[in-house]
T-cell receptor, first 113, second 114 residues
Framework: EADIYQTPRYLVIGTGKKITLECSQT?????MYWYQQDPGMELHLIHY???????EKGDLSSESTVSRIRTEHFPLTLESARPSHTSQYLC????????????FGQGTRLTVV | GNSVTQMEGPVTLSEEAFLTINCTYT??????LFWYVQYPGEGLQLLLK?????DKGSNKGFEATYRKETTSFHLEKGSVQVSDSAVYFC?????????????FGAGTRLFVKA
């Protein structure tokens, strides 16, 4: 059973607010990822991490930032939310070796009004 | 570059019908291949995987065979149930990045009618 958690599940927030989406995993995985899922369902990698103190931009440009101070924790921050940030955000982790599956959290559905 | 192409949805079937969702890939090396499923309001979860050519992954009545000659990994189920209604994603583990990044197809939504 996957042990990766995201909070909150749903968030409605006003334009200009700062928000942090939380993601934690208890599997000891070094590799963690953030995906943005558009209404058409497609997944876009926006950030990933090889391990503590490692963060990289993904394939889709994003105004969000991430940090990796602890192995189990990979939060995503938006300094000033805008309606264009409205989306579903999915966090995942894996052992990061060939053949290893990715474990996903339940997602955070963000709505910026 | 590496990519995954899967059939567009939505796919609508009656209960007990046969399901095929096509998936083809492009990769420079020898990727691992996956099918993930996403139920409404949830994250993705692994359905099955295959790590080398001719391997067959199977789970919950679903099957897919890694065909290197046709670069395909089609998902099949002999008799679908209403509970199989979900979005299905084909994916590969990018070998050029040491298996680090997972590349997803665009997803295929399946509706099963009772």
């Amino acid at each position: 059973e996957a042990d990766i958690y995201q909070t909150p599940r749903y968030l409605v927030i006003g334009t200009g607010k700062k928000i942090t989406l939380e993601c934690s995993q208890t599997m000891g995985h070094d590799k963690m990822y953030w995906y943005q899922q558009d209404p058409g369902m497609e997944l876009h990698l926006i950030h990933y991490s090889y391990g503590v103190n490692s963060t990289e931009k993904g394939d889709l440009s994003s105004e969000s930032t991430v940090s990796r101070i602890r192995t189990e924790h990979f939060p995503l921050t938006l300094e000033s939310a805008r309606p264009s940030h409205t989306s579903q955000y999915l966090c995942a982790s894996s052992e990061g070796v060939l053949g290893a599956e990715a474990f996903f959290g339940q997602g955070t559905r963000l709505t910026v009004v | 570059g590496n990519s995954v192409t899967q059939m567009e949805g939505p796919v609508t079937l009656s209960e007990e019908a046969f399901l095929t969702i096509n998936c083809t890939y492009t990769a420079t090396g020898y990727p691992s291949l996956f099918w993930y499923v996403q139920y409404p309001g949830e994250g993705l979860q692994l359905l099955l995987k295959a790590t080398k050519a001719d391997d067959k992954g199977s789970n919950k009545g679903f099957e897919a065979t890694y065909r290197k000659e046709t670069t395909s990994f089609h998902l099949e189920k002999g008799s679908v149930q209403v509970s199989d209604s979900a979005v299905y994603f084909c994916a590969l583990s990018d070998p050029t990045s040491g298996g680090f990044k997972t590349i997803f197809g665009a997803g295929t939504r399946l509706f099963v009618k009772a």
